[in-house]
C-alpha cells in the first residue's frame, strides 16, 4: 500500500505561480512512477506530468513549457512547479504513484495509487 498527502492548491490570478506537493509513505519502494493529473470541471482525469524514477519526464502539451515535474526521491515527494497559469487551468488535481512488484515466483504486479486532491483555481 502507499499513501499519497498532496499540499499547495490555492487561488491564484493568471500568469500567477503555484507549486504543489505530494508526499508519499508505505511501501514506496515498489514505485516506479509517479507524477500529477487534473480533472477540470466537466471534464475527464488527464495527464498533467509524470517522472519515472530514472527517464525524462512526459508532459501534457497543454503545459510543457508553463509546468516543471521533479521528483526528491530521497523524500519521497514529487512536485509540480506551476507557471503563467490560465484559468483553463483550473482543477483539481491528484497525485499518481505507479507501483510495480514481483512475487517469488516472479510474477509481476501493478497497482496506481491517488491522492485525494487538492484545488487550483486561477483567477482571470
Known amino acids: 500500500q502507499v499513501h499519497l498527502v498532496e499540499s499547495g492548491g490555492g487561488l491564484v490570478q493568471t500568469g500567477g505561480s503555484l507549486t504543489l506537493s505530494c508526499v508519499a509513505s508505505?511501501?514506496?519502494?515498489?514505485?516506479?512512477?509517479m507524477g500529477w493529473y487534473r480533472q477540470r470541471s466537466g471534464k475527464q482525469r488527464e495527464l498533467v506530468a509524470v517522472?519515472?524514477?530514472?527517464?525524462?519526464?512526459d508532459y501534457a502539451g497543454s503545459v510543457k513549457g508553463r509546468f516543471i515535474v521533479s521528483r526528491d526521491n530521497a523524500k519521497n515527494t514529487v512536485l509540480l512547479e506551476m507557471n503563467s497559469l490560465e484559468p483553463d487551468d483550473t482543477g483539481v488535481y491528484f497525485c499518481?504513484?505507479?507501483?510495480?512488484?514481483?512475487?517469488?515466483?516472479?510474477?509481476?504486479?501493478?497497482?496506481?495509487?491517488w491522492g485525494e486532491g487538492t484545488l487550483v483555481n486561477v483567477s482571470s
Open positions: 499518481n504513484a505507479e507501483t510495480f512488484w514481483t512475487d517469488r515466483d516472479a510474477r509481476g504486479y501493478g497497482k496506481d495509487y
Open positions: 508505505g511501501s514506496v519502494s515498489s514505485i516506479n512512477l
Open positions: 517522472v519515472p524514477n530514472s527517464g525524462a519526464a
